[in-house]
Structures are given as structure tokens and as C-alpha cells.
């Protein structure tokens, strides 16, 4: 069984850090890509970032460029995300995915 497990998220000031956390178990193929996701409220889902599972490749949406970086801990099966420079427009619930198989999001609101 695939499992996904994003966390990290949190209340945070603009201008403030985070780093997300996914974990991955129960997948066995050896080529993927990792994606990370966010849904703001009244908002479609949408793309931010994602690496390759030999993290030889990644991908940024434009909002998250300069800002984001997306990485991977091969023995440990977990993907990170470290978020800079948080702004409030960065206020969603971020999930993780690969392929058909989505994590339970985690809440990322960005606030003063």
C-alpha cells in the first residue's frame, strides 16, 4: 500500500520559513517524480514544485521560484520542501503526490 505523509506545516509570519516534509513507503518503482501540490481556500489545486526520485531533475512554478527549494533523502524515502520568504498569498494546504497517490495535506498559513 502506497503511503504519503506530508508535514510541517504551520502559522507563520510573511517573511518567514517552513520546510515540508513527505514521507513516501509502499512504492516500488524505482522512476518517479515527486510532486508538491497547494489548494488555498476557494482555489484550485495547483502545481508548485517537484524532483525526480534520483533527484537528478526538478521544477518550479513560477510563484515559487527564488523562493522554494525541493530536495530528497533517498534513505529515508522523504522529500522536503523549504519555503522562504513566505508570503500571505502562500497561505494553503500542501500535498504531496506521486502518480495517482495523494498524501493528507498539511495547513501552511502565513499571517501577521
Known amino acids: 500500500e502506497v503511503q504519503l505523509q506530508a508535514s510541517g506545516g504551520g502559522l507563520v509570519q510573511p517573511g518567514g520559513s517552513l520546510r515540508l516534509s513527505c514521507a513516501a513507503s509502499?512504492?516500488?518503482?524505482?522512476?518517479?517524480?515527486i510532486s508538491w501540490f497547494r489548494q488555498a481556500p476557494g482555489k484550485e489545486r495547483e502545481g508548485v514544485s517537484c524532483?525526480?526520485?534520483?533527484?537528478?531533475?526538478?521544477y518550479y512554478a513560477d510563484s515559487a521560484k527564488d523562493r522554494f527549494t525541493v530536495s530528497r533523502d533517498g534513505a529515508k524515502n522523504t522529500v522536503y520542501l523549504q519555503m522562504n520568504n513566505l508570503k500571505p498569498e502562500d497561505t494553503a494546504v500542501y500535498y504531496c503526490?506521486?502518480?495517482?497517490?495523494w498524501g493528507r495535506g498539511t495547513l501552511v498559513t502565513v499571517s501577521s
Open positions: 503526490n506521486i502518480r495517482q497517490f
Open positions: 509502499g512504492f516500488t518503482s524505482d522512476e518517479y517524480v
Open positions: 524532483i525526480t526520485s534520483k533527484g537528478d531533475r526538478t
